[in-house]
Every structure is written in C-alpha cells, then in structure tokens.
C-alpha cells in the first residue's frame, strides 16, 4: 500500500550489478548539472565529514548522512524535518530572492515573477519530492496573491495548494508526509493567533507610554523578547499539530521537540542561508561554507544533548483513533 501510494507498481530485482548492461547514454539534464555544481561548491574549503554530509542533506536532498545511528538524535527530538526539502527550506530559500531581487530595485510583482520559477527549478534540482512540491505550490499562491496586491490567508494557501495537488494525485491523502506538512501549516493558522495571546504582559511595554521615555533596557529586551516569544509560539503550535500524526505513523512521542526546535530550526535557517550565499556568490564560497559548518556543528551537539536527556521522548504502540 505504502509502495502504491508513491505511484510505485513494479520491483526489478536482480541479483548483482553485473547483471545490468547500459545500452545509451542520456544527456545530463540542466537540473543535474546544477546538483553537481552546487555540490562541488558547497564543499569547498571543508573536511568531508559529518557535518558537510548533513549541510548536503539539507540544501540538496542528499541523505545519506542520515541513515544509521545518525539520524537517531533528530528522530527523538523531533527535528528531522530541517533536513527535509520542504516549507521551512523554500520560505527560506523564497525570502532570501525576494529580498535580493527588491534590494536590487525591483519592484515587488516583479520580484513575486522572478521567484517562482527559481523555487520550481530547486524543487526540480533537488528530485522533485512530494514535500518539496507541496511547498513550491503553497509558496507560489502566496507570491501570486502579492503579485495580484491581494491579501493573503495562510489557512485559504494551503487549503488551495491541498486542493491542487490531490486534483493531480488523490492518493497522496493517504501519505504520511502530506498529513504532516498541511496539519502543521494549519495549526500554525490556528493555534498560533491564541497562543501568542498568552504572553506574559511584562514582555510588552505600557501602551500609553511614549517610546522616548522607556528604560534603555526595554528598548534592548522589547524587540528580542517579542522574538523569542514568537519563535516558542511557533513550536508549541507545531508541535501540537505534528504530535498526534508523529505517534500514529512513528511509534514515537517527543515531549522535547518544541524546545529542541527553538533552537535547532534557527542555527539551522542561519546554516542554509549561509549555503545560499554561498551559491549566489561563488567568490565568497569558502567563507559562507565555513560559516553554515559552524553553524550545522551547532545545530548537531545541541541536538545530541537534547536526545541523551531522559523522559524527553518514548517510544509507543500505534495510539487509536480517540487518542
């Protein structure tokens, strides 16, 4: 069933490579030259190891650093995601152009125009995965309402992207991974609101105060509280959301993933954006490729001590339908 639903209906099986035989050769498609090419500069100026391998994994798809005891830490703290190409990866990826492109004097419709194709040529480059299709498609309602100067609905994006994509290809429904991206984007829509509403009022300065008159340290603490505030907004709503299907589908609870991705997702954001620049700009390689290593050997210990942390995660039957 697994199988059928990722449209796959027949196995090949064969007992050695040799027995195989190529008969043509295919010309390299333009998408796999630019693999090949980012590949070859993300590595430069960096020891093959670990850390490269998951900064591969991250930016193009590449997961073989991820099999084994490796991936343990972030299954049990629940930050696998970050090495999947999905929304976290294009809002990233998509924020990064439009900035550059309204940096360089375009407008934003322009900038909206120019976008698009980019995040469906790296969704291409990095194998045309379901998560990765889900997001480009959410991603480019949402530029396509700011192109038309429309204003924009979180949960009415991703019920249209839901819609267009099981016009397409109903059986991704019944996929672990579509229940997972649409139910966390909807918690985000629907939780996140009430959640932020909770903050303690001390965070916030008095209304009827005049900005010239705060405490110098209000001025430091107001905009870093309201970030962090919204950053733990962000995970508890998430985590509410993907807590129910990560049980179902992994046998696992992770009580420590809203803490562990406060910290996880931001180093690793910074890690990514450093492998873009590092892309865009191919003089300055080295540099941004030493500066998202650092910041992916960060995101891994951190990620390893919340994992060794005891109570923060159990492993479960499959729950019911009540629970």
Avoid at 77 to 100: E, K, P
Avoid at 195 to 224: H, K, Y
Avoid at 275 to 298: D, R
Wanted: include cysteine; proline fraction near 7%.
């Amino acid at each position: 069933a697994y199988l059928h639903n990722q449209r796959i209906f027949f196995q090949l099986k064969s007992d050695s490579t040799n027995d195989w035989q190529l008969l043509s050769f295919e010309p390299v498609r333009l998408t796999e030259k630019f693999r090949r090419w980012a590949q070859h500069q993300l590595q430069r100026g960096l020891p093959h190891d670990e850390n490269l391998e998951l900064i591969l994994a991250m930016t193009l798809s590449l997961r073989s650093a991820l099999s084994g005891e490796a991936g343990d830490p972030f299954m049990r703290t629940g930050t696998m995601h970050i090495f999947a190409v999905s929304g976290l990866h294009v809002a990233c990826i998509a924020g990064f152009i439009l900035y550059a492109l309204q940096w360089c004097g375009l407008s934003r419709e322009k900038g909206g125009l120019l976008t698009v194709p980019l995040i469906w040529f790296y969704t291409l480059a990095t194998g045309w995965q379901s998560s990765a299709i889900r997001a480009a498609l959410m991603f480019s309602v949402i530029i396509a309402g700011r192109v038309l100067k429309r204003p924009s609905d979180l949960l009415n994006s991703t019920a249209a992207g839901g819609v267009l994509i099981l016009l397409f290809q109903p059986e991704q429904l019944f996929q672990a991974g579509f229940q997972l991206s649409f139910v966390v984007v909807a918690s985000l829509a629907l939780f996140l609101p009430a959640i932020q509403n909770f903050s303690p009022g001390w965070l916030s300065p008095d209304p009827f105060l005049p900005r010239a008159v705060w405490p110098r340290w209000r001025v430091v603490a107001a905009p870093l509280a309201r970030m962090a505030g919204s950053m733990m907004a962000v995970s508890i709503a998430s985590w509410l959301g993907s807590f129910p299907l990560t049980a179902y589908y992994f046998n696992i609870a992770t009580l420590s993933s809203f803490v562990a991705n406060l910290v996880a997702v931001p180093l690793s954001s910074v890690s990514l954006a450093c492998t873009v620049f590092s892309l865009l700009i191919p003089p300055t390689g080295p540099l941004f490729n030493y500066l998202s290593w650092a910041f992916m050997f960060y995101t891994v210990q951190f990620t390893r001590v919340c994992s060794e942390i005891p109570f923060t995660y159990f492993y479960i039957p499959k729950p019911n339908i009540l629970f």
